[in-house]
């Protein structure tokens, strides 16, 4: 007997063979009507998807330009030949230089690469910017706060003699050199026409040699070749007291007696306690007025006190009892002489020039004030590339013959005016070696440069570097009708003249 499967199978055959005969005339058919149906259905899925998607393929390979370049904010940036533009009141104005663009678009703009043929029926207006504004700027992760270093160098001349120049490297982390030590000084001269000035260089500081009044033989430099530099070099060093000797007054006037014979005001004296330094004192008509060995050795090597207080004989240091010191001392202050505590205590020791090898001030930016010092540095990595006029720049005075700032780097400085005060103003100093001033600090923002990248340095050492334009964002919005304003070289200057003169 049949089973219920066995009629359900029968039935399914039947109606199977019926469903084939009459729509493909074959009841013997392998294939089932429904399955031709279902394998085109799916080829025809499979065909559409890759259509769709070839065309997505080609729609973002040539994308069709949107509407957002019209947004305020936007620097526009032909496609095919880099030309920038802003959109504004239905017109395309042309931007002459990218810092005019991004002081235009602010530090929120942002850049939208936009093809020819969509530009090609926009109405155009008059080209605005800064003429002169740099056309490339660092990035903020590239402003740097690395050292900077005035170098003392020197280049031949026809004759074959070397004559003194002076190069700047900006922002360049240096080699390691080594810095003069706390008894250590760097004798140098400049000359200035006929007549030659010799300074000190010591603790970053630089100070001039009476010559005029010994000072160079009174503290044993008298034998040792000074280094001739110029004077964009020694602007850079901050200016101490003059190592020269006192003008006393009086002269060679009567005193009282001390070491058991009669004095003379201007005469020296030294009063020796067993443990303790040796103590210097100049008789002024106050009293004995403490000196240091420094102003000792200038004093006793001056043809004045020679001729006054020791009647042309040679000044000798008389050795005074303490008890008697004391009872003969000036009232504190007496003779104090501005600056003089920056002079050094004792002579430190001249060094000479070495070969191979070049001075130069190092500037370490910090918090407060920047360290300064002098270093020496092998000549090859005191080299930068010459500096040259430029239209719309003005020289540096004194000027620059060579500089270094690394390339795509920067610095957003602050001048210190009184050594330790900023005067509020900013520079963004760029890898051509000019600095650019801002007009107001906002300025720093609209560039995207945060306030933790402002390096605090000297004003002397910014003085140095080539001027360009103000960048300022209303005359970056404004039109530019003509190229860059001549250069206004620094009224103390004179005349304009070469920036590496």
């Known amino acids: 007997m049949q089973s219920r499967r066995d009629q359900v199978q029968a039935y399914t055959f039947t109606v199977g063979r019926l469903t084939s005969g009459m729509l493909m005339a074959d009841p013997d058919a392998i294939d ?10 799916v080829i025809g899925l499979v065909i559409g998807a890759l259509i769709c998607a070839g065309f997505m393929v080609v729609g973002l390979l040539l994308p069709k330009d949107s509407d957002a370049w019209r947004q305020p904010g936007v620097l526009i940036m032909e496609k095919e030949t880099g030309a920038r533009y802003v959109y504004g009141a239905g017109t395309l104005r042309p931007v002459i230089n990218y810092t005019s663009a991004k002081l235009v678009t602010g530090d929120k703009g942002t850049v939208q690469q ?22 490339s700027l660092p990035a903020a992760d590239r402003l740097t706060d690395a050292p900077w270093r005035v170098c ?36 140098v001269t400049t000359r200035n026409g006929i007549q030659s000035t010799d300074l000190l260089l010591w603790h970053g500081t ?25 004077d964009a070099f020694l602007s850079a060093i901050p200016a101490g007291a003059d190592l020269a000797p006192w003008t006393v007054p009086g002269s060679g006037s009567t005193g009282p007696r ?12 030294v009063v020796r306690t067993p443990g303790s330094p040796d103590q210097y004192y100049l008789l002024d008509r106050a009293g004995l007025v403490p000196l240091t060995l420094t102003e000792l050795q200038l ?58 090898s070049v001075p130069c001030l190092q500037v370490t930016p910090g918090e407060a004030a920047p360290r ?18 430029r239209q719309g720049v003005a020289p540096s005075c004194p000027g620059l ?17 009184g050594g330790t005060t900023t005067s509020g103003a900013r520079y963004l100093v760029t890898d051509d070696g000019i600095k650019y001033p801002l007009a107001t600090p906002a300025v720093s923002g609209l560039l995207s440069y945060p306030d933790q990248n402002l390096v605090r340095l000297p004003s002397a050492l910014l003085r140095l570097l080539p001027t360009g334009p103000v960048l300022d964002p209303d005359r970056a919005a404004d039109p530019a009708l003509s190229g860059p304003e001549p250069a206004s070289p620094d009224p103390e200057c004179g005349p304009a003249r070469r920036s590496g003169s």
């Not at 001390?258 to 004296?269: C, K």
């Not at 010191?325 to 000036?330: D, I, V, Y």
């Not at 060579?402 to 390339?407: D, E, K, L, S």
Request: hydrophobic content about 40%; charged content about 15%.
């Open 32 to 41: 089932t009507p429904m399955n031709r149906t279902r394998r085109g259905g």
């Open 114 to 135: 936009v093809s020819r043929s969509t530009l090609a029926d926009v109405p155009r207006g008059t080209p605005i910017g800064i003429p002169g504004a740099p056309d």
């Open 152 to 187: 003392a160098t020197s280049r031949p001349a026809d004759d074959g003699a070397l004559v003194p120049t002076t190069t700047l490297i900006a922002g360049v982390t240096p080699q390691d050199a080594p810095e003069l030590g706390q008894n250590e000084a760097l004798l």
């Open 206 to 230: 630089r100070f001039r040699l009476d010559s005029a009044h010994g000072a160079l033989q009174s503290l044993g430099y008298g034998t040792v070749e000074p280094l001739a530099v110029d």
């Open 258 to 269: 001390l070491g058991g014979r009669q004095s003379r005001v201007g005469q020296l004296f």
């Open 299 to 356: 004093l006793r090597g001056d043809p004045r006190t020679r001729q006054k207080a020791y009647a042309g004989q040679q000044p000798t240091v008389m050795t005074v009892p303490p008890d008697e010191a004391a009872q003969h001392m000036a009232p504190q202050g007496t003779a104090a002489r501005a600056g003089a505590d920056t002079l050094p205590v004792r002579p430190p020791a001249a060094l000479a020039p070495q070969a191979g």
């Open 372 to 389: 300064q010092s002098i270093v020496r540095v092998a000549a090859a990595d005191a080299m930068g590339m010459p500096v040259g006029m």
């Open 401 to 417: 013959d060579a500089i270094t700032v690394r390339p795509g780097s920067g610095i957003l400085a602050t001048p210190l005016s």
